[in-house]
């Protein structure tokens, strides 16, 4: 069984910045660790439906593929320590419309999860992160 644990969530001011963790612990029926899964983020407003923030390809031959959603591009990065069995979310020139829940999200089966929230398997409890004008 997968476990995904995010923390870094907080209150920041406008044009702030923040990292969020993703902790992975345990392993697929097969075997399998957090540096064969592709990972993403996603996150949640009230009322809004879950929306892709940014997701990491794991480390095959084709090397490292990463995607983001168009409102974080730039400033949003997404990478992977495979050691730490963690994956990172940096989020920079934060907006008051960045205000949500981030969740993690492990695709199992994919080199790539890209954006589609259907393709993940495993998700964490989520972390707030709000922004003030």
């Known amino acids: 069984q997968v476990q995904l644990v995010e923390s870094g969530g907080g209150l920041v001011q406008a044009g702030g910045s923040l990292r969020l963790s993703c902790a992975a612990s345990?392993?697929?029926?097969?075997?399998?660790?957090?540096?064969?899964?592709?990972m993403g983020w996603f996150r949640r407003t009230p009322g809004k439906e879950r929306e892709f923030v940014a997701a990491?390809?794991?480390?095959?031959?084709?090397?490292?593929?990463?995607g983001y959603a168009d409102s974080v591009k730039g400033r949003f990065t997404i990478c992977r320590d495979n050691a730490k069995n963690t994956v990172y979310l940096q989020m920079t020139s934060l907006k008051p419309e960045a205000t949500a829940v981030y969740y993690c999200?492990?695709?199992?089966?994919?080199?790539?999860?890209?954006?589609?929230?259907?393709?993940?398997?495993?998700w964490g409890q989520g972390t707030q992160v709000t922004v003030s004008s």
């Open positions: 345990g392993r697929t029926l097969s075997g399998r660790t957090l540096s064969t899964f592709s």
């Open positions: 999200a492990a695709d199992v089966t994919r080199y790539y999860g890209g954006n589609d929230y259907a393709n993940y398997d495993y």
């Open positions: 990491i390809s794991w480390s095959g031959v084709s090397g490292v593929r990463t």
